[in-house]
């Protein structure tokens, strides 16, 4: 998978762009990431750690309990 880098972001950065989302399960969820299938949108440089934010959406979306209706619109 190719990553565009365009689309990377800090854990903070996700979490301020969603509030349902706290840092602490978003880090735990990267902890755990192997586990979860997480691992493939984790991009980690030196000492920095950043979510490729396209498939971090794609993991979520994948992991729903519900699935998205028909046509993907809620």
């Not at 854990?11 to 349902?20: F, G, H, L, R, Y």
């Not at 000492?47 to 729903?64: T, Y």
Request: charged share 25%; net charge negative.
């Amino acid at each position: 998978m190719d990553t565009d880098y365009k689309s990377l972001r800090t854990v903070k950065q996700i979490v301020d762009a969603c509030p349902a989302l706290t840092e602490q399960k978003v880090r735990w969820w990267i902890y755990n990431s192997d586990k979860l299938g997480l691992s493939h949108a984790i991009v980690r440089v030196g000492g920095s750690l950043f979510l490729d934010r396209d498939a971090f959406n794609e993991w979520l979306n994948q992991n729903r309990d519900e699935p998205l209706p028909e046509g993907g619109a809620l």
